[in-house]
Nanobody, 121 residues
Framework: QVQLVESGGGLVQAGGSLRLSCACS????????MGWYRQAPGKQRELVAT???????NYADSVKGRFTISRDNAKNTVYLQMNSLKPEDTAVYYC???????????????WGQGTQVTVSS
């Protein structure tokens, strides 16, 4: 089975930094895209940043200039470097990947279990 596992969340003060990691494992034929979403209490899950296998990136306006998404294809891992964190960044961050498993003929949308990011004032 394909698995996505996030790590790197925690508690930081406003203005601090965190780096999230998401590793994709299993029988993988290809990974078309990877990204990060977040969900704060009482709010809908929203897109934070994505990166395609061609290297194209996309960011939510609220994180542009502060967050950087990157991808290590050799490790099947995506990262989210978060700088200048604000209290409004507090949320559960979820890794997402569009993956074609080695045993299937089409790609599926996979989600990690989430990692908590809390930013104090």
């Amino acid at each position: 089975q394909v698995q996505l596992v996030e790590s790197g969340g925690g508690l930081v003060q406003a203005g601090g930094s965190l780096r999230l990691s998401c590793a994709c494992s299993g029988t993988i034929f290809s990974i078309n895209a990877m990204g990060w979403y977040r969900q704060a209490p009482g709010k809908q899950r929203e897109l934070v940043a994505t990166v395609t296998n061609g290297g194209s990136t996309n960011y939510a306006d609220s994180v542009k200039g502060r967050f950087t998404i990157s991808r290590d294809n050799a490790k099947n891992t995506v990262y989210l470097q978060m700088n200048s964190l604000k209290p409004e960044d507090t949320a559960v961050y979820y890794c997402n990947a569009v993956v074609r498993p080695g045993t299937r003929d089409w790609a599926y949308n996979y989600w990690g279990q989430g990692t908590q990011v809390t930013v104090s004032s």
